[in-house]
């Protein structure tokens, strides 16, 4: 059995930063592995320690700094890794929710995979779209918002526990292949170990453009184009206790018990 | 012209956020002078059909499809419905069950699609406004088609009231079943354990910027100081370091303490939707940029490891 892991590099912002354009000045930013793709990671490392003769792979659309982050999840035991890069995406300011699919797509059509596992959401862009929209360019089966899985391969059916609002879940069966975006919380991640860092070393990482892909330059073209970046103004009227902790900590001691607190 | 917007429902109620998509609708199809069409698929359809019928609605079409959602259903139903009706903007829910759809009505649509949109315009293009890293900075996106789909944020529109003139007109969609390969079998309630936070007075949160299980005992401290129930933001109930009916938020529970007070929390929109109907918010973060504090009655822009044990100490 195959698991195809889609992974992310997210860009992290600083608490203090400007804006460059139509992104953040890179000064402020640092970048990370999603952190629900280190949940579904950790979902297919887990699968693939219980059944036998499972291969777990990643994929990722991204420059080649994200190299740094596919090899955390290597370490934390994928097999191996493709990144799909091409100058041509550098231009775009974002990648929509089709183009995504269409990329991470052709991969997993040169991959076949039995199930496939996205986070949720990524944590900088926060689209929310591209498992689902991954699974219908796909024709698979999917169910977004996993926070339980239950795998039975020899039935075909993923069994499901799907996070709803309000502490509900649903509970649902999926056909395989299918793709499934996963919840933060379905799981303990685990750290990557000394060793799985320098196994990681060794792992196959292919590089992918979109030639070796046989996708032409048209699978970029998206009719969605991001026009402005900015700070919102804040609605906010918070009142805020300034000084050293010792004088904030006073006044909002002060507030509380005006409010009755700790009386 | 026509703007299409989509209900939701659960377990035998409309949810709210269908009230707000109407809201949506209407401030679009004013907009652009177009129709407004709102659709409910599955559940109650008579029932919901009703309610749904908001002034400034000209159609309302019920689909009969099952009681409770099924994407592979609500994908077909809408697509068929979108031929039909032929929508410039659907306006769709992003809730849990909007991202379990919404992608594959727009990618059968082959129309563009997005998501969690917080704000809409239209001057020659649809101009949709999103929030980007975790809401510190937002973003405009321009559509350059005539057709769009759009995922709107719970909670950002006021919602609709009142009685209109719509028609009510039931739509029939074929569903292939063959295509149909997810069944939902049940629901489960999360056990609740010997606290509820919803009934707290004072809750004292606390989230990510605790950093170790370890340090969780300088909040505690400072609940037990002020008599207020602890509670909190959602990577420390996935951590394990709280039990889940301690978690505040959209997935957690929706809590209207008079006093509630958010140490080194971000403000997320999944946990403000939990915890905005608090008399008095009180923030503790380091990050002068953190949307907790554009809800915020009170703040202080520290190191929760500084205030927090000072706060603590002038209740004891
Ligand atoms: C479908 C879905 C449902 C969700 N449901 C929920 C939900 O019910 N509840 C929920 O909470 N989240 C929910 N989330 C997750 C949500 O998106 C956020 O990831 C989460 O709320 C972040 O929690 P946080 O604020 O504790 O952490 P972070 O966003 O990491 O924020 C930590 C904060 O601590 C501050 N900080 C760090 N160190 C210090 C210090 N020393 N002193 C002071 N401040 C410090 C930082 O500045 C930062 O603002 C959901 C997400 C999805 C996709
Ligand atoms: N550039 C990318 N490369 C690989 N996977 C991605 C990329 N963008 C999004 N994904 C996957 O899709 C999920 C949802 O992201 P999004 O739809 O962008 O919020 C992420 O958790 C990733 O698993």
Redesign the pocket.
């Known amino acids: 059995m195959k698991i195809l892991v889609t992974v992310k590099e997210v860009t992290v912002v600083d ?1 203090e930063f400007e804006i460059d354009g139509l992104s953040i000045d890179d000064r402020y930013v640092t970048y990370d592995l999603n ?2 793709d280190e949940y579904a990671v950790e979902e297919a490392v887990t699968i693939a320690e219980d059944v036998e003769d499972v291969e777990v792979v990643t994929v990722t659309v991204g420059p080649e700094r994200a190299d740094e982050t596919i090899r955390q999840a290597l370490a934390k035991g994928a097999d191996r890794a493709v990144r799909v890069w091409d100058d041509r995406l550098a231009e775009a300011s974002m990648l929509d929710p089709a183009t995504k699919a269409r990329l991470l797509g052709a991969v997993a059509e040169e991959e076949d995979p039995d199930l496939v596992l996205t986070g ?2 990524s ?1 900088d862009d926060s689209l ?1 779209a591209t498992g689902v929209s991954l699974a219908e360019r796909l024709e698979m089966g999917w169910a977004a ?1 996993v926070n339980q899985l239950d795998l039975s391969a020899d039935e075909g059916v993923a069994h499901v526990h799907r ?1 709803l609002e309000g502490g509900v879940d649903e509970i649902s069966d999926v056909e395989l292949p299918a793709v499934l975006t996963i ?2 919380g379905i799981n303990d991640p685990r750290y990557a170990s000394l060793r799985g860092i320098r196994q990681a070393q060794s792992k196959d990482l292919a590089v992918k453009s979109l030639d070796d892909l046989g996708l032409g330059p048209d699978a970029l073209d998206s009719p969605i184009e991001q026009t402005a970046l900015y700070e919102p103004e804040t609605e906010g009227e918070a009142t805020l206790f300034e000084g050293g902790a010792g004088e904030t900590a006073g006044e909002l001691a002060g507030l509380l018990r005006e409010k009755g607190v700790g009386q | 012209m026509t703007v299409l917007a989509v209900a939701e429902h659960r377990r035998g109620e409309l949810r709210d956020v269908s009230d707000q998509l109407v809201a949506a609708g209407y401030d679009l199809a004013d907009e652009t002078d177009s129709e407004l069409h709102v659709a409910v698929v599955g559940g109650d359809t008579a029932e919901y059909g009703d309610r749904l019928n908001r002034p400034s609605v000209d159609v309302v079409h019920t689909v009969e499809a099952g009681a409770e959602f099924n994407h592979d259903v609500s994908v077909q139903a809408v697509e068929q419905l979108v031929d039909a009706v032929d929508p410039t903007v659907l306006l769709l829910p992003h809730t ?1 069950n909007g ?1 379990d759809y919404a992608p594959a009505v727009a990618s059968q649509l082959d129309r563009p699609l997005v998501t969690d949109a917080v704000d809409l315009a239209v001057d020659d293009d649809l101009t949709v406004t999103r929030e980007l890293y ?1 809401s510190k900075v937002e973003t405009t996106v321009d559509v350059h088609a005539d057709r769009a789909v759009v995922t709107v944020r719970p909670g950002e529109w006021p919602p609709a009231d009142g009685n209109g003139e719509a028609s009510v007109e039931a739509f029939d969609a074929t569903i292939d079943e063959s295509q149909v390969r997810s069944t939902v079998t049940g629901f489960e309630e999360a056990v609740s354990g010997d606290v509820d936070i919803t009934d707290a007075d004072v809750l004292v949160s606390v ?3 605790i ?1 170790e299980e370890e340090n969780l005992d300088l909040v505690r401290d400072l609940a037990d100081a002020l008599g207020a129930t602890l509670s ?5 109930v996935d951590n394990g370091w709280l039990p889940a009916d301690r ?6 529970k929706v809590v209207t303490p008079d006093v509630y007070l958010a ?9 403000v ?2 915890m905005k109907g608090a008399d008095t918010i009180v923030a ?4 002068p940029n ?1 949307p ?1 504090f554009d809800i915020a009655d009170y703040g202080i822009v ?4 500084d205030v927090v044990p000072a706060l603590t100490e002038e209740f004891q």
């Open positions: 608490d952190e629900w949720v959401q944590g929310g918002v996070e919840q933060t | 849990v991202m975790g989230g990510r910027g950093e909190a933001s959602r990577p420390i978690q505040v938020g959209q997935s957690g140490i080194g929390i971000s403000g997320a929109v999944q946990h939707a939990g503790i973060n380091k990050d953190a907790i520290d190191d929760l490891f």
